[in-house]
Each structure stands twice: as C-alpha cells, then as structure tokens.
C-alpha cells in the first residue's frame, strides 16, 4: 500500500552543519512530495514541495529533488541554524484514497544546538 | 493570510465524556480534514469531508465521529472519550484540485484522565 518512510529521530547538529533528512515512499503511479515543518507548540506548515519527477523544491535554505528511480525525496540543507530545530514529516498525495489526503511519515525531530 | 482555526488549544476530559473539537477555515476551502498526532506514529487520518454534509472515515475512525453542516467549519466529537484518545488533533483544510497543500491549524491537545 501507499506508504511514507522517513529516517528515525532525533537529529542533533551543531549550529552550521549540512543536514540530510532521509524519505523514500511507496505509491501508486508519480503522486506530488511534500515536506512539512511543524515548530514547537504549532501545526504544520508547507516547508517545499515537488509535483513530477526530477522536480527541486525549495524554501528558507532546505531543498529536496523528487526521484522517481529511487522513489525518494531527501530533505537537505547546507548549513542549519538553531531557528531549525523543529519537526519535519515527508509526506505524498495519496491517489489511491479519497482527494487530497496526504501520507505523512512519522516525522523526523531536528535540534539544532549553538 | 489563510487561516485555519483550531478552537481550543488544551483540553482535559474525564472518560465517558463527550468531546467536541471545533475547527473554522477563512479559505473556502472544499476539502477539511481531522488527524491525530501521535509520539511514534506520526500522523493518522480519522476523518475527512469534500463538501458540506459529506464525510469519509479515515485510517482511525472508530470511537469518533464528524460534522459538516457549514463549508468553513469541520466538528470532530469524540461520543465517549477514553484514555486512549490523549493525544494531539490536527485540523486542517485544502482545495479541491490543488497539489495537495493541507493548511493546518495550530492543534488542540487533549487529555482525557
């Protein structure tokens, strides 16, 4: 079935340091990509997305290339800053379920420390 | 801005209460959405609706239930809330169409005890 896996947190880096946020999905034909970010005590927000493959999404530093050969979209940034710390979930359209449901991956927690 | 509002950030309950999460978007948006957030299990999808009156179980729908009589307001109720059921509850809503961008509320966290 359509599924999101995403590398299991959390994540702790130094002030600068390059993240890589592993997510590689299961599902039915070439669905969009989504990162989400959720900062502590908020909801989730739209960190980038990618719709076809090939596709570099891109927002406030972070990007992430939509892999159709791999079936992945790995989240990176090449110098993180403790405003980062946060949580982040991968997550495609779900095609195969009723409009506009996303499939989220369980999440990833960043801290970032100075 | 686009807004989609969450009408209680903190609740507690007792079990065997009855629970309403209320949920109001500015965006005229079709689609809305109810989801729990769990330590572990990321996000569920209990329920959704694609229009006014019309509603689909999602991943985890047993012990609650929805209500749309309005497009901008989105009701999860737990009838009989249990122990089990702490946990965060995610609203968020979406246009029909689009490329699947949810906007989500700020969350409600509920404890039953």
């Known amino acids: 079935g359509n599924s999101v896996t995403q590398m299991e947190g959390p994540v702790t880096l130094s002030e600068e340091a390059f993240l890589t946020i592993n997510c590689t999905y299961t599902?039915?034909?070439?669905?969009?990509l989504f990162w989400y970010v959720q900062y502590p005590g908020e909801g989730l927000q739209l960190l980038l997305k990618?719709?076809?493959?090939?596709d570099k999404g891109s927002n406030k530093g972070f990007e992430a290339t939509y892999r159709k050969e791999t079936t992945s979209f790995h989240l990176e940034k090449g110098s993180v800053q403790v405003s980062d710390s946060a949580v982040y979930f991968c997550a495609h359209m779900n095609y195969g379920g009723s409009q506009g449901n996303l499939i989220f991956g369980k999440g990833t927690k960043l801290s970032v420390k100075p | 801005d686009v807004k989609v509002t969450q009408s209680s950030r903190y609740l507690v309950k007792r079990t065997g209460e009855k629970v309403f999460l209320e949920c109001v978007q500015d965006m005229d948006h079709e689609n809305m959405f109810w989801y729990r957030q769990d330590p572990g299990l990321g996000l569920r999808l209990i329920y959704f609706?694609?229009?006014?009156?019309?509603?689909e179980k999602g991943d985890i729908p047993e012990g609650y239930s929805v209500s749309r009589e309005k497009k901008e307001r989105f009701s999860l109720i737990l009838e009989s809330a249990s122990t089990n059921q702490t946990s965060m509850y995610l609203c968020?809503?979406?246009?029909?169409?689009?490329?699947?961008?949810?906007?989500f509320g700020e969350g409600s966290r509920l404890t039953v005890l």
């Open positions: 968020a809503s979406s246009f029909t169409g689009s490329t699947g961008e949810l906007f």
């Open positions: 609706s694609y229009d006014v009156k019309m509603k």
């Open positions: 990618a719709t076809k493959a090939d």
């Open positions: 599902a039915t034909g070439y669905p969009s």
